[in-house]
């Protein structure tokens, strides 16, 4: 008899989830059931909710601290996703795991995070799963400009240059990100273009030397990164970030002896996606075109792993690391480093590395 597919929870009922995670969940019905929607409020939580019931009739809608509190109590609930703002979602996440949840969240305060998640259970095959939602580890175009990094030979240098990641016309853009902390504009950006650094190079970048500057008001400063990075296998490399140029450009270039890689943002017939080519040594170049797939295969994933953590419950059962929080933890790493050499007139910093 087939095994039914585990019962999971949406925490948070914002832009994102109503966008991008409730049409993805939609795609994998055969791994996940989606069983209850939760906000701080009843009005956006039933908002979620209708659009849910299109594809999940049964799910239900549950607000506040009451409804958090029952999706705690639930048994059936195996594991939730919280899509809600950095400066709750590490709190919320703990209460979850507590509770003997799988969790999946965005990455945001990590160190005290991760030193509170160990802390929470005795050994680590007890420990429930705790996975940050990076999507770019995910997308076909980083898997496959990795296996072609492997084949440039020794690498010399990297650039990834962000041109443009933010202005007025992206429906993320509010005046709830202009009240952002200090850096965290940047933070909540940059981070997933590291993200698509680190799953490309294949390595850690260990320290950096960063200046910063603030040109546009609309946005919390800095919204102007120039870094060089070292890299723990000798190389270097250089960041660039700025947030609200006119004509957005983004590359992922990474320099070997024998070639080079490049991912650079694009579109093909109307659809958004990633352009990844290889230049040889002789000067010939091939490319491809990669559409957006990272969040379905990152969901994917991870709720495939929640099905054999059920099944498999012992600690010889290993998740996908890439949607470990410790690498999340590493992607926040080397920006907190950079905003941290930026106030320091560009002195080198190093990059803190985070272990699960």
Not at 134 to 163: C, T
């Amino acid at each position: 008899m087939a095994q039914k597919p585990p019962q999971i929870a949406i925490v948070g009922a914002g832009i994102f989830v109503k966008s991008q995670y409730i049409p993805r969940l939609a795609e994998i019905t055969d791994l996940i059931a989606l069983k209850t929607i939760w906000s701080r409020t009843e009005k956006s939580a039933k908002e979620a909710t209708e659009i849910a019931r299109k594809v999940f009739p049964n799910v239900e809608c549950k607000w506040g601290d009451d409804g958090i509190d029952e999706i705690i109590r639930d048994s059936d609930v195996v594991a939730v996703a919280v899509v809600l703002s950095g400066q709750v979602q590490v709190d919320m996440s703990l209460k979850l795991l507590k509770a003997g949840k799988h969790v999946l969240q965005a990455c945001s305060e990590v160190e005290a995070a991760l030193s509170n998640y160990r802390s929470l259970f005795n050994t680590p095959s007890a420990h429930p799963m705790w996975a940050v939602a990076e999507n770019y580890r995910f997308e076909p175009a980083f898997v496959e400009g990795r296996k072609l990094v492997s084949e440039i030979g020794k690498m010399m240098s990297v650039q990834l240059i962000i041109d443009g990641s933010m202005n007025s016309s992206n429906p993320y853009f509010s005046s709830s990100w202009r009240r952002d902390l200090n850096g965290g504009f940047v933070l909540d950006m940059g981070v997933h273009y590291v993200a698509g650094l680190r799953m490309l190079i294949g390595c850690d970048i260990t320290s950096v030397s960063a200046t910063t500057s603030h040109v546009n008001t609309d946005v919390p400063p800095p919204d102007i990164i120039s870094s060089l990075f070292q890299m723990e296998n000798g190389c270097s490399g250089v960041f660039v970030l700025l947030v609200s140029t006119k004509n957005p450009k983004i590359v992922w270039r990474v320099v070997g002896l024998n070639g080079t890689v490049q991912v650079e943002r694009g579109h093909k017939d109307g659809q958004p996606g990633y352009v990844v080519s290889l230049f040889n040594a002789n000067r010939e170049m091939k490319s491809a075109f990669y559409p957006y797939t990272g969040v379905i295969e990152e969901l994917k994933t991870f709720f495939s792993d929640v099905s054999k953590a059920s099944i498999q419950k012992d600690s010889t059962f290993e998740a996908e690391p890439r949607c470990s929080y410790a690498e999340g933890a590493r992607d926040i790493a080397v920006l907190d480093a950079m905003l941290e050499s930026g106030t320091k007139q560009g002195a080198s910093v190093k990059v803190k590395n985070f272990r699960q």
